[in-house]
């Protein structure tokens, strides 16, 4: 078990969490842009200080504002991912994740792991031969080399097109529980939140608003069709308003009654339902 309890004075509130959360489980941290989610993993990482708090992984302490006690960074078991992969320029593939590993007795795992992620015909090339989702693959994979207790991923695959990042999403999920490393992510992605979560932590200025099962939270109905979009524009009519959403790489424009128009603003993000079978669907056809 994993507990975290924080309070750091920001720029305009204070951040004030606490979250408990079981050990083995993917976890989601999901708000708006400035909540504080960064925050909350550069803390536990130790890049940065709460004023208050406590941290607490599997029984060891890494932070205990009470105790006096502060691991350095170096000594909390931690992988970090970020959008920007972070990766060593002038090493080769193998060699990036050779360099994380605990102990060179472990050579092995590199094959294993660049196998994992398809990249194994690559060990000695130049990471610069590597396109934006390989350089993200194995960003991961060095990740989960190091064996951490905690992994902890910052809007991972943000900079990837989307077949790229649904693809990294499975490869994530199996990398996680074959591993089983209690994992934290950061995401604006409802999608990608709700799909790979067991828990989801809801954040507004600096504190949690609720938190639960993706399928609870979100209010997502297996027996439903579930899309989830963004609001971008909306415009009224005579007879209803019009909203354009963006539904992954699409926009679709859809009619919304005088109820639904009035309640949504640009940047909301909704979750499109219908009932399965009731819906009219045709293939496309291409010639
Ligand atoms: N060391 C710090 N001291 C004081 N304030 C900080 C510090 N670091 C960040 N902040 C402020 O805390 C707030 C939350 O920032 P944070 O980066 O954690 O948000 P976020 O939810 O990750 O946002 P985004 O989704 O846009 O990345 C911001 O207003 C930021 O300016």
């Known amino acids: 078990m994993i507990e975290i309890k924080l ?71 931690i992988g970090f991912v970020f959008q920007d992969y972070a990766l060593f320029e002038n090493m080769s593939v193998g060699k990036n994740i050779e360099f994380a590993l605990e102990s060179k007795k472990d050579l092995n795992v590199v094959d294993e792991l660049l196998e994992l992620v398809h990249l194994k015909e690559y060990k000695n090339q130049k990471i610069s031969l590597l396109s934006g989702g390989q350089k993200q693959r194995l960003a991961l994979i060095r990740a989960f080399a190091r064996k951490p207790k905690l992994l902890l991923l910052d809007e991972p695959m943000s900079a990837l097109d989307l077949p790229l990042r649904v693809n990294l999403q499975d490869e994530l999920l199996l990398l996680q529980k074959k591993f089983n490393i209690t994992s934290i992510m950061v995401s604006h992605d409802i999608s990608e939140v709700a799909k790979l979560s067991d828990h ?6 600096g504190k949690i608003t609720k938190h639960g099962d993706p399928q609870t939270i979100f209010d997502i109905d297996a027996n439903n069709v579930n899309i989830f979009g963004t609001v971008i524009d909306k415009k009224p009519g005579d007879l209803f308003g019009m909203l354009k959403v963006l539904i992954g790489n699409s926009i679709v424009h859809m009619p919304a009654n005088t109820e639904q128009f009035l309640n949504l603003s640009i940047g909301d993000k909704i979750l499109i339902t219908t009932k399965a079978f009731n819906f009219s669907l045709k293939k496309v056809l291409l010639d």
């Open 7 to 77: 309070k750091k004075k920001l720029f305009t509130f204070e951040l004030n969490v606490d979250l408990t959360i079981k050990s083995n489980n993917f976890i989601s941290i999901f708000g708006p842009s400035g909540a504080g989610k960064t925050t909350i993993l550069r803390l536990i990482a130790g890049l940065d200080k709460p004023d208050w708090g406590y941290i607490c992984v599997d029984n060891e302490v890494w932070f205990s504002s009470k105790d006096n006690i502060s691991l350095p960074v170096r000594l909390r078991k």
């Open 200 to 205: 989801v932590f809801f954040i507004n200025n």
